[in-house]
Structures are given as structure tokens and as C-alpha cells.
């Protein structure tokens, strides 16, 4: 018996089992094979043919017949919600209210964000997964192709029918949002003449700006695919009614975009740059930015010249309200406490305080009082998206601070988060420093560190598809088309930690890895204090530690801080096809999260001279840690800063753990036995190519 008749008969007893809560679901005998079918190669195959192409209508004959025939109405036996979101929707669409096709979509438009939110909602209610995708294709057919991105990607991820699914990578299903307008056009050309080709793509802007010598970072594809997965994965606009709680989603807020922040300046300290000063309302802007890239309908993203002044945005905001807005944040942490709508007080000079002033300065639908702090940093991407045409003079589309793809190219996008991490610093320092006490793991010393390998970065080169690009034509053939691009990448590298444990048994311990500048942009030491705000987390995990003496071994490739490269579209679909043909299963679990920062992009580039380090470890008790939660406390690996899907934040300390708080002695640190640091040299290879 093969593996997929196995599973064949799996899915069917689920499925008897299920009959008994859904009485008039089995007399629905399309439902019944449908779910039978739904493996997660079929699942997969779906979700690639739904994606395909999206500008265009589907090419494929069962999800038109599907577009045609199939009416989200029908059977609202099919939703938890008794097809009450589905009707919102149709009634939507017969209105004829929602966007048209053809047309650019911000999430941050808020009449744009609430129609995907319409079609995620009746996605997110489907019981099976024949109901999410037959809704998926009727709607693919009819609502603006941006907003059934969206909820197609946010629906996978946040229903538990899109389990093992694997999104493909964004910057080959939307490859406007990824790739600048002259490899774009010259994608177009290749079909028209009918000659494939690779073209390379180079950084925005020339050696006159400064700021490209990092573009590499902020313009990385997998920089933007974690940016925007972690929006997705932790969206703004997300109510537990949808299903579950976001944990700690305030405070992974705050320490994803920390560590964004962390890690820029890190990549200017090896390009003599100095270190991202912050936004100042009242000051000029700084740094233009000029995107090069054209939406796929929509034009030209705007362009932001150097120096200009903050103007008020029609419509959204004065820059006064941002002043605004800031001083009453500021007053909270003050205070030690933010004020609810009703009037009670929170206190936030607690552990949890950190998520609440992460939901007020994002907002997200968690915060207390959105309507007195209002929403700092969705807000403040607006307003720099628009400061090319504040009054919408030219009737330019949004900007790329106005997209999470994105935003990263921007060097404002740094500089609006280095001004949101100095508040976020203000509330951290207002907590008292570690004491001896608190940071010792009494039983457990860190004997040793040290790196197998060496610490070697060098650029790769990279390729992606843009057939999604380019439009498709009855006697046209689309022809092989690539974007090669220049992608930071690193030796791979293996931890060695030397843990001495005199408790008597094994012992869980929590390792927690960060590498730390040792020199500022000017060669000055940095004190500790100065230094634990500039540290990059590389790694955080648990393991038992056996009694006496012994090296843990950890590889680089492991870190739950990085996610693997992704498959590439075409080679999903081939996996998928394999899959469902063969009638064997699929197992892609490796690649499901796409949150994370790449691994490739794990160190810093450094210099072709190398530049040292302090790699800094701290072992504390993982039982403690762990408390409360179970399984394997590795959750596939990438939970450092994503978190666990659907389930608590698996380590109990506040993130950045222990160096969120102020040091004012460094002899506390150098006294506690299960904190060690060494120093680590980092050298880039120019030449070097994978
Ligand atoms: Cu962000």
C-alpha cells in the first residue's frame, strides 16, 4: 500500500470524524472527495496554480471552472461562521465597491487593507480546505490582484488549512515590488523578442551616495521577505477573533525592528559609515531616496529628493499630531503607565510593558488606547511614503516606505526605527540593571568558546524568474527569464561552547549567542553599556546539558534566528506536480517559514582586512526558561524572532535577554560564571564567490 493511499484513509477517518460536528457537511459529496484529495501535495498544487500569473486570469481549467461555477454562497455548511463573512464580501462585490483590477494596493490604504481583510476572513472561516480553495479561485477572478495576494499569504499562514503549505518567495510572484524598472523592461524585451536571458541588478543609486555602499542590506530579497512575513506573520490589524492569540507580538515588534536597526548599523561599521541618526520631525530629511522601480500598475514609485522638510500629508497626518503622538508615549513611559479608553491606568514598568508599548507605537488592534496614542509607526511609513507629493498634487501612487517589501530600500526606513528604538530604550532603561543574583545559573559555567571554521562573508550570486512579470499572449511564448542579483552570504561555521555542569544531573540550559561591536564608527572602545543596544542576536537554543564537562557543538545552519533560502516558484510547482502525479506525499516542512532573517545574512560583512568581535554567550536555566511550555522547544527552528506559529513565545525571558537592561558595572557580567565572551574576527572576501 503506498504512502498516499495510507493517507487517503487517514483523511477519511478525520473526516468521519469530523461528519459527527458537521452533520450536513458528509451528505455533500464533493466536500467528502474533496477532502480526500487534499493532500499536501494537492494543497500545494493549489495554492502554485492560484499564484500563477496572478495579473491575469487563470490559466488553469479547473480553478476557471471553479471562477465560473462556484458560488461562496452555496453551502455556508462549509464555514465556522455560517457564511456570515463571505456574505459581507459578495454583498461587496455586487455593490460593486471593492478596487478594480489592474491597480496598485497598500495595505496601509485603509479602504484597500479592509477588502483583503474581507477575503481573508472568509478564507480564515473555512473548515476545508475545498471551501478555501474554491473561494481563493472565485475571488482570485474578481478583486484586485495586490489585495488576493495578500489574503491568500496571510490566510496560509494564519489558518490551520494551510499547514505545510510553503509560500512561494514574493519577489517571483510580484516581481515589480523586488526588482528595479530597467530589469523589469528588460524582461519585457525578452518576450517580445522572443530571446530568454539573465539580467543583472544592481544596487539603487551611484558611489556618489554614500548610503549605497549598505544598500545590499536594506535591498536584499530575503531582508524584504522577512520584513514583510514578520508583518504577516504578526499582522497590525490582527484581533484574536480571527482565531488566536499573537503572543508577545508587542514586544517582537520592537525586538525584530531592533535587531534590523542593530544589524544596518553593523553593515555601516564596515563601510565607514556612521551609525543611522534618527528621525527628527522638526529637522530636515536627510537622505533622499530615488526607488528606480515602477509598480506594475500604478507608475513610478515617488521619489524623495535630499534635504527636504517634513511636510503635513493631506489626509493623514500634520506632522504636529506626530509630535503629538510622540510626547504622550514618552509621558507613559514616564509615568511607568499608559491609560486605557475607559480611563484606567496599565502599568508598563513590568515585564509585560514592553508588549503594551509595542501595540501603542506600532498600533496594533492589541492597543489599549489607539485613540489617544495613536499609531506611531504605521503613521510615520505613511507620511515619509508621501513627502514626494504630501498634497497629492500629481496624484502619485504610494511610496516605498508604504509597502513592507519595500521599505528596507529606503534609508529613511532606518532612521524612523533608530527614533523608535531610542523609545523603546528610554522604557528599557527605566527598568533596574541585573544583579549578580539574577544573571547567575548557580551549577552551570560557560568554560569555553570558540569557532570551528573561520568567519568568512563573500557575495553571491543569485538568481530569480520574472516570467510573473511580464504579461502573457496567445501566440507569444513566454521565454526563460532571470534577475541575477548580488546576495551577502558567509562561510558555514560551527559554535563551540564548553559548558561545565556541577548540579549533580542533566540540566536544560538555554544558550543564547550575540555578536557585539567592540569599536565604535570613530575606533573608541565601547563600555558594555554602550555596546549590549548594538549586539545582533545570532542564535538562541535549548539543550540538555549532561553532568561534568562537555562541548556543545551548534552549526551556524541551525541558528532559530535564520530561515533556509527558499525554494524557487518553479521549483515548487515541480515538487508539487511530482507529488500529486506519483501519488507520493510532499514534505516541504523545512521552507514553511519564511520569517527570519536570511541565513546568508547570519554575520556581518565586515572588511577584506577583518574586523574583531565580541561574540557573547549566555547559558541560563532552560528549565526556567521553558516553564509552562512544552514539546521539543525547537518548534522547526525559527522562533528566535518569529516566534512559534499559534503558540506562546517558547522562551519565558524578556527578548534580548540579558542585555536588554542597562549595565552601569561590567564587573556584574564579568562575575557571573555562565556569561562569557571572546573576541572574534570576521573577514569578508571580496573575490570569493559560492
Ligand atoms: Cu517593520
Request: aromatic letters at 12%; one cysteine or more.
Amino acid at each position: 500500500m503506498g504512502t498516499s493511499t495510507n493517507m487517503r484513509i487517514l483523511v477519511l477517518c478525520a473526516l468521519v470524524a469530523a461528519a459527527a460536528a458537521w452533520p450536513s457537511f458528509v451528505d455533500d459529496l464533493s466536500f467528502q472527495s474533496d477532502v480526500v484529495a487534499s493532500s499536501t501535495a494537492h494543497k500545494q498544487q493549489d495554492i502554485n496554480h492560484l499564484l500563477d500569473k496572478i495579473y491575469e486570469d487563470t490559466k488553469y481549467p479547473d480553478l476557471q471552472e471553479i471562477a465560473k461555477n462556484f458560488n461562496p454562497l452555496g453551502d455556508t455548511s462549509m464555514y465556522n461562521d455560517q457564511g456570515a463573512a463571505a456574505e459581507v464580501l459578495m454583498k461587496e462585490l455586487n455593490d460593486h465597491r471593492p478596487l478594480e483590477q489592474h491597480h496598485w494596493y497598500s495595505l496601509f490604504n485603509a479602504r484597500q487593507r479592509e477588502e483583503a481583510l474581507m477575503l481573508f476572513a472568509v478564507l480564515n472561516q473555512c473548515k476545508v480546505w475545498y471551501c478555501f480553495r474554491n473561494n481563493a479561485a472565485y475571488f482570485r477572478e474578481q478583486m484586485n490582484e495586490g489585495e488576493f495576494v495578500y489574503a491568500l499569504y496571510v490566510g496560509v499562514i494564519h489558518s490551520k488549512l494551510g499547514d505545510g503549505i510553503v509560500l512561494p518567495p514574493l519577489y517571483e510572484i510580484t516581481p515589480h515590488m523586488f526588482t528595479n524598472s530597467e530589469v523589469i523592461d528588460k524582461a519585457y524585451s525578452a518576450k517580445m523578442t522572443q530571446k530568454a536571458g539573465t539580467f543583472n541588478v544592481s544596487f539603487t543609486g551611484t558611489k556618489k551616495n554614500k548610503e549605497q555602499r549598505v544598500a545590499y542590506f536594506g535591498e536584499d530579497i530575503g531582508m524584504n521577505i522577512h520584513h514583510v512575513t514578520w508583518h504577516m506573520d504578526f499582522p497590525f490589524w490582527w484581533q484574536d477573533s480571527y482565531g488566536y492569540h499573537l503572543d508577545r507580538k508587542g514586544e517582537l515588534f520592537f525586538w525584530v525592528h531592533h535587531q534590523l536597526t542593530a544589524r544596518f548599523d553593523f553593515e555601516r561599521l564596515s563601510n565607514w559609515l556612521d551609525p543611522v541618526d534618527e528621525l527628527h520631525w522638526d529637522r530636515i530629511i536627510r537622505e533622499g531616496f530615488a526607488p528606480l522601480t515602477s509598480y506594475k500598475y500604478g507608475g513610478e514609485f515617488p521619489v524623495r529628493p535630499d534635504n527636504i522638510h517634513f511636510e503635513d500629508v493631506d489626509g493623514v497626518a500634520h506632522v504636529h499630531d506626530m509630535e503629538i503622538t510622540e510626547n504622550r508615549i514618552y509621558e507613559a513611559i514616564d509615568h511607568g503607565y499608559i491609560t486605557a479608553t475607559d480611563g484606567h491606568t496599565i502599568d508598563i514598568r513590568q515585564p509585560k510593558g514592553i508588549e503594551l508599548l509595542g501595540d501603542i507605537i506600532e498600533s496594533s488592534m492589541y492597543s489599549p488606547n489607539a485613540q489617544y496614542y495613536g499609531s506611531l509607526h504605521n503613521t510615520a511609513h505613511v507620511m515619509l511614503g508621501r513627502q514626494g507629493d504630501p498634497h497629492g498634487k500629481f496624484n502619485l501612487p504610494p511610496g516605498v516606505m508604504e509597502h513592507f517589501e519595500t521599505a528596507t530600500r529606503d534609508p529613511s526606513f532606518f532612521r524612523l526605527h533608530k527614533y523608535m528604538d531610542n523609545i523603546f530604550k528610554k522604557h528599557t532603561d527605566s527598568f533596574s540593571p541585573y544583579t549578580h543574583d539574577d544573571l547567575e545559573f548557580a551549577g552551570m559555567a560557560v568554560d569555553g568558546v570558540a569557532i570551528d571554521g573561520e568567519l568568512i562573508t563573500f557575495f553571491d550570486e543569485f538568481q530569480y524568474s520574472l516570467i510573473n512579470a511580464v504579461d502573457s499572449g496567445e501566440s507569444i511564448e513566454d521565454v526563460e527569464m532571470n534577475a541575477r542579483v548580488h546576495r551577502l552570504n558567509h562561510k558555514e561555521f560551527t559554535y563551540k561552547i564548553t559548558v561545565s555542569n556541577s548540579i549533580g544531573s542533566d540540566h536544560l540550559a538555554t544558550f543564547r549567542i550575540f555578536l557585539c561591536p567592540i569599536e565604535d564608527n570613530n575606533g573608541i572602545t565601547l563600555t558594555l553599556d554602550k555596546e549590549r543596544w548594538l549586539c545582533i542576536e545570532l542564535d538562541k537554543f535549548f539543550q540538555k546539558v549532561p553532568s561534568g564537562t562537555h562541548t556543545i557543538h551548534r552549526s551556524s545552519k541551525d541558528s532559530s534566528v535564520t530561515v533556509p533560502d527558499m525554494p524557487s516558484f518553479h521549483s515548487l510547482k515541480e515538487q508539487a506536480d511530482d507529488a500529486v502525479n506519483g501519488g507520493h506525499d510532499l514534505d516541504l516542512s523545512a521552507y514553511e517559514r519564511s520569517c527570519g532573517i536570511p541565513d546568508r545574512m547570519l554575520l556581518p560583512k565586515s572588511k577584506p582586512e577583518g574586523m574583531e568581535f565580541n561574540l557573547f554567550v549566555a547559558v541560563t536555566d532552560g528549565d526556567k526558561d521553558t516553564e509552562g511550555h512544552n514539546g521539543d522547544h525547537d518548534h522547526g527552528g525559527t522562533h528566535a524572532q518569529c516566534g512559534v506559529h499559534g503558540e506562546a513565545y517558547p522562551d519565558n525571558r524578556p527578548l534580548g535577554y540579558p542585555l536588554e537592561r542597562r549595565i552601569p558595572d561590567e564587573r556584574v557580567f564579568d562575575g557571573v560564571p555562565n556569561i562569557k565572551h571572546v573576541v572574534v574576527k570576521i573577514v569578508h572576501h571580496p573575490e570569493h564567490h559560492d
